[in-house]
């Protein structure tokens, strides 16, 4: 059974309901302004939160690598650069370099992908005491001597300090004062950097 709908019959004219159109279409339009000027106060407020929490995140360090790590990394790239470590060299040509990443893998993969500061080796000077004769003050007086390599020649021998010129190094690290003579580690001083 269907029901029979008629429409109502009602006074209803285009000039009557212009006001009431109006009235509607100024509410919605006053609400979107409304509400695109709470979009645009949170955006703002979102900024200057995003803002401070940059500042207030600490910046992650870089990491520091030795020197030989350093010189692979700058001679093969990144894997994105294409270049690839040389795996097929002899294991003992390169065993130095796998050993260490292999002990620091996470500092290896973060090196490659945001970089690296290359780690500066502790300096020293050898200062041998001696005494020796001062004319000037006519005695014996305590000084030191240094150790130095002649870059020209690779002799080894001690010079004093003012004596020091540029084909002159007297600036080694461990290693190398302990290849030298291990009897001068005995007498090494770190150099301030």
């Known amino acids: 059974m ?9 006074n209803i004219t285009q000039d009557s309901i212009k006001p009431l159109l109006s009235n509607a279409v ?8 409304e509400a695109h000027k709470c ?12 803002s401070k929490l940059s500042n207030a995140r600490p910046q992650q360090a870089l990491p520091v690598v030795p020197e030989f790590i ?7 790239g990144a894997p994105e650069d294409g270049k690839h470590i040389n795996y097929t060299a002899s294991y003992l040509e390169i065993q130095k370099e796998l050993d260490w990443i292999d ?19 502790q300096l020293f000077e050898v200062k ?18 240094f150790l130095r390599i002649d870059k020209e020649t690779d002799e ?4 004093g300090f ?30 301030e950097v």
Do not use: C
């Open 2 to 10: 269907t029901k029979e709908m008629k429409r109502p019959i009602s």
């Open 26 to 33: 100024e509410f919605y339009t006053n609400k979107n302004r």
């Open 39 to 50: 979009i645009q106060e949170r955006d703002e407020y979102i900024n200057y939160l995003e």
């Open 70 to 76: 350093g010189k692979l990394i700058n001679t093969f």
């Open 103 to 121: 002990n620091h893998q996470k500092t290896w993969l973060t090196a490659l992908l945001i970089g690296f500061r290359v780690e500066k080796p």
């Open 128 to 145: 041998m005491p001696i005494v020796y004769w001062d004319d000037d003050a006519s005695q014996l007086t305590n000084g030191f001597d």
């Open 156 to 159: 080894v021998d001690f010079v």
């Open 162 to 191: 003012l004596s020091n010129t540029k084909k002159h190094t007297v600036h080694f690290t461990e290693q190398e004062i302990k290849s030298i003579d291990e009897r001068y580690w005995q007498f090494a001083v770190p150099v």
